[in-house]
């Protein structure tokens, strides 16, 4: 077993930074394939807490290779801070190796982001507004300036100055201040030279270390349902964090994935806008909120918070193909009497299990509750499943049997150490 997808199978922040971080002392190599930093993951270990954007979350693993796949949208300042940020908290070893296939993002990148954003009036995303929708807009519309332009001094410059005049002219029809392509380049140029190091043909050394019988782990951002294919279109970001998606986003063979870990909170939460059918607003979702800390690492919005919802658990696990699952702040349910679990929707009077792909039906889908007891007891020390509550078990057993997928690991707090492994993804 040698490539193991960690994916978010709800609507992000699921956790997938810390499993990956736990995992990753068994991998060789950790890979981030989509998204760029509009993700947020979070490491916590030794009473040390880090927060992630673009480097992949084995970083802290000296021994690990992480590489920014071709899949991914770049934003050369934000790595570079990053790097800064690590470099400060000590950690000076940083095996890292970019992509020469991924894409930039770059300052008109998060000024359109805005402007489209501020032009839907009414019909906002709700984007990170880091320009992630319009770098991937201009990989589509084959305008993209990737990495490997961006360590050639005088194509980047190239590049640079045809978009900066394209993209001016839509800046001064909406009155924004237009950039100056001497003085982007004059800042960029230095990104380009301190990265340049880490610059390789990543799908090159990645199918060599999976050949060698190398352990990989692929670190997805965000979550199934903000997938451009497969999410709540068009309240979605701009890539794909499924399984699938891993092969074309590193450049290796379906072949080379043998486990996908779908990561689940024990409840649900959003960022951002679009319809969440399990979402609600009282004293219990405050209490979760306040517990679980769900506010956005990337942003700081408060997250909204819903019930667990099966459906979407097993669309996730439809269009990844999830072996297993890893159910995340099981503690933050702790003191709760009746925790529900969404079964089914009721759509126009109709029983479905299915996500539908119009949103004028999805907003109209009514979510079908089991209901199960809570539990008060303290369960961020256990190291058992058999030393859970037994009405801890029983919950995850009902969503172990509601979406058909073993559970592989569950996380009673933040910590690395607060997570138990039933399943070992590397043999
Ligand atoms: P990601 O984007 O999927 O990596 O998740 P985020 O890091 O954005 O959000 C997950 C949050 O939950 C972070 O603040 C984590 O430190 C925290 N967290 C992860 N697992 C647990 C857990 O089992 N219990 C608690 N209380 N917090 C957790
Ligand atoms: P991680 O990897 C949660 C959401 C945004 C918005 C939508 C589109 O930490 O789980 P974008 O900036 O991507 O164009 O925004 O997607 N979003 C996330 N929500 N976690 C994330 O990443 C997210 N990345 C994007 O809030 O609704
Ligand atoms: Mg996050």
Same mark, same amino acid.
């Given at each position: 077993?040698?490539?193991?997808?960690?994916?978010?199978?709800?609507?992000?922040?699921?956790?997938?930074?810390?499993?990956?971080?736990?995992?990753?002392?068994?991998?060789?190599?950790?890979?981030?394939?989509?998204?760029?930093?509009?993700?947020?993951?979070?490491?916590?270990?030794?009473?040390?807490?880090?927060?992630?954007?673009?480097?992949?979350?084995?970083?802290?693993?000296?021994?690990?290779?992480?590489?920014?796949?071709?899949?991914?949208? &770049?934003?050369?300042?934000?790595?570079?801070?990053?790097?800064?940020?690590?470099?400060? =908290?000590?950690?000076?070893?940083?095996?890292?190796?970019?992509?020469?296939?991924?894409?930039?993002?770059? $300052?008109?990148?998060?000024?359109?982001?805005?402007?489209?954003? %501020?032009?839907?009036?009414?019909?906002?995303?709700?984007?990170?507004?880091?320009?992630?929708?319009? =770098?991937?807009?201009?990989?589509?519309?084959?305008?993209?300036?990737?990495?490997?332009?961006?360590? %050639?001094?005088?194509?980047?410059?190239?590049?640079?100055?045809?978009?900066?005049?394209?993209?001016?002219?839509?800046?001064? /029809?909406?009155?924004?201040?237009?950039?100056?392509?001497?003085?982007?380049?004059?800042?960029?140029?230095?990104?380009?030279?301190?990265?340049?190091?880490?610059?390789?043909?990543?799908?090159?050394?990645?199918?060599?270390?999976?050949?060698?019988?190398?352990?990989?782990?692929?670190?997805?951002?965000?979550?199934?349902?903000?997938?451009?294919?497969?999410?709540?279109?068009?309240?979605?970001?701009?890539?794909? $964090?499924? =399984?699938?998606?891993?092969?074309?986003?590193?450049?290796?063979?379906?072949?080379?994935?043998?486990?996908?870990?779908?990561?689940?909170?024990?409840?649900?939460?959003?960022?951002?806008?679009?319809?969440?059918?399990?979402?609600?607003?009282?004293?219990?979702?405050?209490?979760?909120?306040?517990?679980?800390?769900?506010?956005?690492?990337?942003?700081?919005?408060?997250?909204?918070?819903?019930?667990? %919802?099966?459906?979407?658990?097993?669309?996730?696990?439809?269009?990844?193909?999830?072996?297993? /699952?890893?159910?995340?702040?099981?503690?933050?349910?702790?003191?709760?009497?009746?925790?529900?679990?969404?079964?089914?929707?009721? /759509?126009?009077?109709?029983?479905?299990?299915?996500?539908?792909?119009? &949103?004028?039906?999805?907003?109209?889908?009514?979510?079908?509750?089991?209901?199960? $007891?809570?539990?008060?007891?303290?369960?961020?020390?256990?190291?058992?499943?058999?030393?859970?509550?037994?009405?801890?078990?029983?919950?995850?057993?009902?969503?172990?049997?509601?979406?058909?997928? %073993?559970?592989?690991?569950?996380?009673?707090?933040?910590?690395?150490?607060?997570?138990?492994?039933?399943?070992?993804?590397?043999?």
């Amino acid at each position: 077993m040698s490539g193991v997808v960690v994916v978010g199978t709800q609507w992000g922040d699921e956790g997938k930074g810390k499993i990956t971080d736990f995992l990753a002392e068994k991998a060789d190599v950790v890979v981030r394939f989509q998204g760029g930093n509009n993700a947020g993951h979070t490491i916590v270990f030794e009473n040390k807490k880090f927060a992630l954007h673009l480097i992949p979350s084995g970083i802290f693993r000296k021994e690990t290779l992480n590489i920014l796949g071709n899949g991914m949208v &770049i934003n050369p300042k934000a790595l570079i801070e990053e790097l800064e940020m690590l470099n400060n =908290a000590g950690i000076k070893e940083i095996n890292l190796a970019i992509s020469d296939r991924a894409h930039l993002v770059l $300052p008109y990148h998060t000024i359109l982001d805005k402007l489209y954003e %501020d032009l839907k009036e009414g019909k906002k995303v709700g984007t990170t507004n880091k320009g992630i929708g319009p =770098a991937y807009s201009d990989k589509a519309s084959r305008i993209g300036i990737r990495i490997c332009d961006f360590v %050639d001094l005088d194509v980047f410059y190239n590049k640079l100055n045809d978009n900066i005049t394209y993209y001016n002219k839509i800046f001064k /029809l909406f009155g924004k201040s237009e950039l100056r392509v001497n003085e982007v380049f004059k800042e960029y140029k230095e990104y380009s030279i301190r990265i340049k190091t880490y610059v390789k043909d990543t799908g090159i050394l990645l199918n060599k270390e999976l050949d060698e019988g190398k352990k990989v782990l692929f670190e997805g951002a965000q979550g199934s349902l903000l997938c451009l294919d497969h999410g709540t279109y068009p309240y979605v970001t701009s890539s794909s $964090p499924t =399984a699938a998606s891993v092969p074309l986003n590193t450049g290796i063979s379906p072949m080379f994935i043998d486990e996908v870990i779908g990561v689940t909170k024990a409840y649900s939460t959003r960022v951002g806008e679009g319809y969440f059918a399990t979402e609600f607003e009282d004293e219990i979702a405050k209490r979760i909120r306040d517990v679980g800390n769900e506010y956005g690492t990337t942003t700081g919005r408060p997250r909204r918070i819903g019930w667990i %919802d099966t459906v979407v658990l097993r669309h996730s696990k439809r269009v990844s193909g999830i072996t297993s /699952l890893s159910i995340m702040l099981l503690d933050v349910l702790t003191n709760i009497d009746i925790l529900k679990i969404c079964v089914a929707y009721k /759509l126009d009077g109709e029983i479905i299990d299915y996500i539908p792909a119009s &949103i004028k039906d999805v907003e109209k889908c009514i979510p079908i509750y089991i209901e199960l $007891p809570g539990w008060d007891e303290d369960i961020t020390k256990t190291t058992k499943f058999s030393d859970l509550p037994l009405n801890t078990q029983r919950y995850l057993n009902k969503i172990n049997e509601l979406t058909g997928v %073993d559970l592989g690991i569950f996380s009673v707090g933040p910590d690395r150490t607060q997570t138990i492994v039933l399943k070992e993804m590397y043999k």
